[in-house]
T-cell receptor, first 113, second 113 residues
């Protein structure tokens, strides 16, 4: 079985640009999570979907961050407009509904200049 | 609200030595507790989990963790480390199974060969 796939692996953006990160969860998983990882803040939840429905929208990240699940096997995270403080690794994870084990993708490293 | 504290940002040990990585949690009841490992340029992988029963739980690669309700702790241990154990280790909790995880800030482990 393929694990969680994330593209691109690296992204460099200018301040003010719009970027879209992509995630394909493990086939059959119902839950999908987007996290932001930085050295200072650690792992922060951005969005959480169950069966394509948005369950949590990450509070402080609402303004410029928008996650969507177009179908059960594809999700996007849009950041618009980007700011230098958005530089981080963005991780996508999926799991079966009710399962404790989240499967993580390798992440997308975003650098905003 | 819940939180996880990993007091040691970096730990260095010699190959073959024993290891303990510390984790303290704050939650009003007994949560579900996890240890994840992140190897360079990879996503997180589950090492072990605890949600009830024997307070000592076994995980992959000979890791184990001990839950202490009185100390609100869930420390990770290994009797003899290998250079390939060098990675970042995250402690996490969930108030319910199948919902979002709250992560600690991680402990970077370096094993000197």
């Amino acid at each position: 079985d393929a694990g969680v796939t994330q593209t691109p692996r690296h992204e460099v953006a200018e301040k003010g640009q719009t970027i879209i990160l992509k995630c394909e969860p493990v086939s059959g998983h119902n839950d999908l999570f987007w996290y932001r990882q930085t050295k200072i803040q650690g792992l922060e939840l951005l969005s959480y979907f169950r069966s394509k429905s948005l369950m949590e929208d990450g509070g402080a990240f609402k303004d410029r961050f928008k996650a969507e699940m177009l179908n059960s096997s594809f999700s996007t995270l849009k950041i618009q407009p980007t700011e230098p403080k958005d530089s981080a690794v963005y991780l996508c994870a999926s799991s079966f509904a009710g399962s404790y084990e989240q499967y993580f993708g390798p992440g997308t490293r975003l650098t905003v200049l | 609200a819940q939180s996880v504290t990993q007091p040691d940002a970096r730990v260095t040990v010699s190959e073959g030595a024993s290891l303990q990585l510390r984790c303290k949690y704050s939650y009003s009841a007994t949560p579900y507790l996890f240890w994840y490992v992140q190897y360079p340029r990879q996503g997180l992988q589950l090492l072990l989990k605890y949600y009830s029963g024997d307070p000592v739980v076994q995980g992959v690669n000979s890791f184990e963790a001990e839950f202490s309700k009185s100390n609100s702790s869930f420390h990770l241990q290994k009797a003899s480390v290998h250079w390939s154990d060098s990675a970042v280790y995250f402690c996490a909790l969930s108030p319910n199974m199948g919902y979002k995880l709250t992560f600690g800030t991680g402990t970077s482990l370096l094993v000197d060969p």
